[in-house]
C-alpha cells in the first residue's frame, strides 16, 4: 500500500513557474513508477509525465516537453514535477500516481495509487 499526497498546486500567471511535490508513504515506493495526471474539468485524466523507480529515465507527453521536468529523490519518498512557462491550457487538478509499470505507461488506469490532487490555475 502506498499513500499520495500532492503539493505546490496554486495560481500563477502565464509564462510563470510552479512546483508541485508529491509525498509517498509505504512500503516500497522506490520500486514504483511514479506518473504525473492532470484532469481539467469535463475531460478524463491525461498523462503529463512519469519517472522509472531509479529516476534515470523518464517520459513526457509532447505538449510539455521542454517546459515540465519530472524528478525523484527515494530517500525523501518524494517525486516532483517542475512546471516552466506555464500556458492557461495547463490549468487542471494534477495527480500524481504510483503503478508497477513500465516508465513509458500513459493510461492512468494502469496505476494503482493515486493522491488527491493539487490545484494548478494559469491565468492569461
Known amino acids: 500500500q502506498v499513500q499520495l499526497v500532492e503539493s505546490g498546486g496554486g495560481l500563477v500567471q502565464t509564462g510563470g513557474s510552479l512546483r508541485l511535490s508529491c509525498a509517498a508513504s509505504g512500503r516500497a515506493f522506490s520500486s514504483y513508477t511514479m506518473g504525473w495526471f492532470r484532469q481539467a474539468p469535463g475531460k478524463e485524466r491525461e498523462f503529463v509525465a512519469s519517472i522509472d523507480w531509479s529516476g534515470s529515465s523518464t517520459h513526457y507527453v509532447d505538449f510539455v516537453k521542454g517546459r515540465f521536468t519530472i524528478s525523484r529523490d527515494n530517500a525523501k519518498n518524494t517525486v516532483n514535477l517542475q512546471m516552466n512557462s506555464l500556458k492557461p491550457e495547463d490549468t487542471a487538478v494534477y495527480y500524481c500516481?504510483?503503478?508497477?509499470?513500465?516508465?513509458?505507461?500513459?493510461?492512468?488506469?494502469?496505476?494503482?495509487?493515486w493522491g488527491q490532487g493539487t490545484q494548478v490555475t494559469v491565468s492569461s
Open positions: 500516481g504510483a503503478g508497477l509499470v513500465s516508465f513509458r505507461s500513459t493510461n492512468p488506469r494502469l496505476y494503482d495509487y
